[in-house]
């Protein structure tokens, strides 16, 4: 007998396993069921190192009165789990608290109901972001963050809200428009059903369908009332704070999450949730966060083309935050795509500025002198303008069809963005290690985890739910580059 197996004499039989009936020699304590490299060790030492209490969870202080619930460690302890194995759902933790040995350790036994559980994780959505921000600490504590540069992105998670439950006022004037022409050929074959003297019952089934379509078309009217009056887009019936959003190559209805990823050990330093489609008002937000958890003076932040936002940029620099965002190319959108004009050569990016003498160049080699001061897209831009346009021979043909002449915009604090776009051509490694960096957090929670959808509802709850994601990432990384012993070591060190 080896290894809990028979081995047969006979060359050509199978391995055979033990004999049911058999009586087993098992370990006499259940300390002795995990071994001690096992993460269930780490989770244990983990959790019990921070203070409950002062990180806001429901029963960290008992009652004097009543009956007593389970220790908040313990279930802390079970979710954590739950979320590094790909076991977020209440009902099956319950299942994983009678029949898994490392739940069963890590529970002592403790099998609370899926009920208590999911309430758990309810009632304390708001602490789980003080729970991560104790492990970036260990983590810090480790030297596992570089704090030098950090990658920023953004990743859509799939709301618990179907399409078809999710209205804008398009689609409700749509389908009101259709449920009257349904009434209307409804009512057409019971007015002929009634000459030609038919069934009562044929009559009774077309009366019934219209009182169901009628029903329907209150319901569309109220949602269409309530979306005018609250002047929003969209309305979401399950979870009526998601929103549409492009995920994978569809619209559905998505929470926006942002993280902010060190470039070291691809840990997470950072994270937020958001129910705004876009990524341009985020950059600043997120960068700040991580470089207050990181304790940096000053940071490097690299992000795509989708945050790029003129404010925010600013916002970063004054932050000692150093931003290498690519611009987005505005050429050949809007009126520019239906007319022509002004052509590639006369974009605006081909008009050069000269910082001595604040006049722009345009391909033409006329200058274009500042005019006046201006407010657009709040933004104080300055506006230059040039006489020579009307003597030019590219006027209404190539470089404007305005008769007044070519105008030039500038952001007054341009020269924030004209040093970001130095630094880009001259270090443009940075922007393209941005992609491996901050898509290795992304691969790993939707493909490893399997935590690219949402369980629960509301922004508030989701973000609880998203701080258990971005813990399990780190946990695991942490434990793939130090291993579960080495961390636990250190906890009770």
């Known amino acids: 007998m080896s290894d809990g197996v028979t081995l047969s004499d006979d060359m050509n039989s199978y391995i055979k396993g033990f004999d049911r009936s058999q009586t087993l020699l098992l370990p006499d304590v259940l300390d002795k069921y995990v071994a001690e490299e096992n993460e269930a060790r780490f989770i244990d030492a983990f959790v019990d190192s921070l203070n409950l209490d002062e990180l806001g969870f429901t029963h960290s202080q008992l009652n004097e009165e009543g009956r007593p619930p389970y220790d908040p460690a313990d279930m802390l302890k079970l979710f954590i789990w739950g979320y590094l194995n790909q076991t977020r759902s209440s009902r099956k933790l319950e299942r994983?608290?009678?029949?898994?040995?490392?739940?069963?350790?890590?529970?002592?036994?403790?099998?609370?109901?899926?009920?208590?559980?999911?309430?758990?994780?309810?009632?304390?959505?708001?602490?789980?972001?003080?729970?991560?921000?104790?492990?970036?600490?260990?983590?810090?504590?480790?030297?596992?963050?570089?704090?030098?540069?950090?990658a920023i992105d953004g990743v859509k998670l799939k709301a618990v809200n179907s399409t078809d439950r999710n209205f804008n006022q398009k689609n409700l004037c749509y389908r009101l428009r259709m449920i009257d022409e349904k009434v209307s050929r409804y009512i057409g074959e019971m007015e002929k059903r009634d000459r030609e003297e038919a069934e009562n019952e044929a009559a009774g089934g077309l009366e019934g369908k219209i009182k169901n379509i009628m029903r329907c078309k209150e319901e569309y009217a109220e949602l269409?009332?309530?979306?005018?009056?609250?002047?929003?887009?969209?309305?979401?019936?399950?979870?009526?704070?998601?929103?549409?959003?492009?995920?994978?190559?569809?619209?559905?209805?998505?929470?926006?999450?942002?993280?902010?990823?060190?470039?070291?050990n691809h840990l997470i330093v950072d994270y937020n949730v958001t129910n705004a489609p876009a990524d341009n008002c985020q950059l600043s937000a997120v960068a700040k966060t991580a470089k207050e958890t990181l304790?940096?003076?000053?940071?490097?932040?690299?992000?795509?083309?989708?945050?790029?936002?003129?404010?925010?940029?600013?916002?970063?620099?004054?932050?000692?935050?150093?931003?290498?965002?690519?611009e987005q190319s505005r050429y050949g959108v809007g009126l520019v795509k239906k007319t022509g004009v002004p052509t590639r050569e006369f974009s605006s990016d081909k008009f050069v500025y000269d910082k001595e003498t604040d006049t722009h160049v345009c391909p033409a080699g006329k200058r274009l002198e500042f005019a006046y001061l201006d407010y657009a897209h709040e933004k104080t831009m300055r506006v230059y303008h040039t006489d020579a346009c009307f003597c030019c021979p590219f006027f209404l043909t190539r470089c404007t069809r305005n008769k007044k002449g070519r105008t030039v915009w500038r952001w007054m604090h341009m020269e924030v963005v004209e040093e970001?776009?130095?630094?880009?051509?001259?270090?443009?490694?940075?922007?393209?290690?941005?992609?491996?960096?901050?898509?290795?957090?992304?691969?790993?929670?939707?493909?490893?985890?399997?935590?690219?959808?949402?369980?629960?509802?509301?922004?508030?709850?989701?973000?609880?739910?998203?701080?258990?994601?971005?813990?399990?990432?780190?946990?695991?990384?942490?434990?793939?580059?130090?291993?579960?012993?080495?961390?636990?070591?250190?906890?009770?060190?």
């Not at 009920?115 to 602490?127: G, L, P, Q, S």
């Not at 929103?243 to 926006?256: D, T, W």
Request: overall charge positive; hydrophobic content about 40%.
């Open 295 to 326: 304790g940096a003076k000053r940071i490097d932040a690299g992000a795509d083309k989708g945050f790029f936002n003129f404010m925010e940029i600013k916002e970063c620099v004054d932050n000692g935050i150093t931003p290498y965002v690519p």
């Open 420 to 493: 970001m776009r130095e630094r880009l051509r001259l270090e443009p490694w940075k922007l393209e290690a941005r992609k491996s960096i901050v898509e290795h957090p992304f691969g790993t929670m939707k493909r490893a985890f399997n935590q690219g959808y949402l369980l629960l509802k509301g922004l508030r709850k989701v973000t609880g739910e998203v701080g258990f994601t971005m813990l399990a990432y780190n946990m695991r990384r942490a434990i793939n580059v130090l291993g579960a012993g080495a961390l636990k070591s250190w906890v009770r060190a």
């Open 224 to 264: 269409l009332r309530k979306l005018k009056e609250s002047k929003q887009n969209e309305v979401s019936l399950t979870d009526p704070e998601s929103r549409l959003m492009k995920n994978r190559g569809r619209i559905e209805p998505c929470y926006n999450s942002h993280v902010a990823v060190d470039d070291k």
């Open 96 to 150: 994983e608290c009678y029949r898994n040995l490392e739940v069963i350790w890590l529970m002592k036994k403790l099998t609370p109901d899926f009920k208590t559980i999911a309430d758990f994780r309810k009632d304390n959505v708001d602490c789980i972001k003080g729970v991560f921000k104790e492990f970036v600490k260990l983590c810090m504590g480790l030297d596992l963050y570089g704090a030098k540069y950090i």
